[in-house]
């Protein structure tokens, strides 16, 4: 069964500059997750999705974060404009209806110059 | 302060050595608990689950203290393949999880 798989792998931009992130859970998971590790810390979740809907987009930054999951299956993160401070990784997860574990994608790592 | 807490590490122990990581949190309402690891660079993953009856998954056992809002992993006999960050993890009453900020662990031959 193929994991879940997120592009690109690294990326590094100038701050100003916009980023996109993009992720495909694992096929039949209906909830997506978007979370975002610093150095030293544990991920924090940045919003979840179940299906298309977003239920949860308390902690994502609205001023210049967005996100979207039109079908219900893939998803994409993005950030206009990105700041110094947005340097980290950038984690998608899925899982499937009713059970807590969640599947990691390898992240994206996002360096702001 | 941070809804849950571990010690950062790292923790240098020999191989075969028995060591124990412990994490509190501060939410009464926490529902369920797991720990993940995480090795350098690349995503976490579920490890195992953690009930107030504890549980044991060969070397590793996790047990949780309700009354104390503590949890703890014990890891008998290390592997070097046991290096690795992990991360203590508890959900309310929805699947958000909420990470420590994982405790490192390296053991040496």
């Known amino acids: 069964e193929a994991g879940v798989v997120q592009s690109p792998r690294y990326k590094i931009i100038e701050k100003k500059q916009p980023v996109a992130f993009w992720c495909n859970p694992i096929s039949g998971h209906n909830t997506l997750y978007w979370y975002r590790q610093n150095l030293g810390q544990g991920p924090e979740l940045l919003i979840r999705y179940e299906n298309e809907e977003a239920v949860d987009d308390s902690q994502l930054p609205k001023d210049r974060f967005s996100a979207e999951r039109l079908k219900g299956v893939d998803s994409t993160l993005k950030i206009q404009p990105a700041e110094l401070g947005d340097s980290a990784v950038y984690l998608c997860a899925s899982s499937g209806s009713g059970r807590y574990e969640q599947f990691f994608g390898p992240g994206t790592r996002l360096t702001v110059l | 302060r941070k809804e849950v807490e571990q010690d950062p590490g790292p923790f240098n122990v020999p191989e075969g050595a028995t060591v124990a990581f412990n994490c509190t949190y501060s939410n009464s309402a926490s529902q369920s608990f797991f720990w993940y690891r995480q090795d350098c660079r690349k995503e976490p993953k579920l490890l195992m689950s953690?009930?107030?009856s504890g549980n044991e998954d060969g070397r590793f056992t996790a047990q949780l203290n309700r009354a104390s809002q503590y949890i703890s992993l014990l890891i008998r006999d290390s592997k070097l393949s046991d290096s690795a960050t992990y991360l203590c993890v508890v959900t309310h009453n929805t699947d958000k999880l909420i990470f420590g900020t994982g405790t490192r662990l390296q053991v040496f031959p």
């Open positions: 953690v009930y107030s």
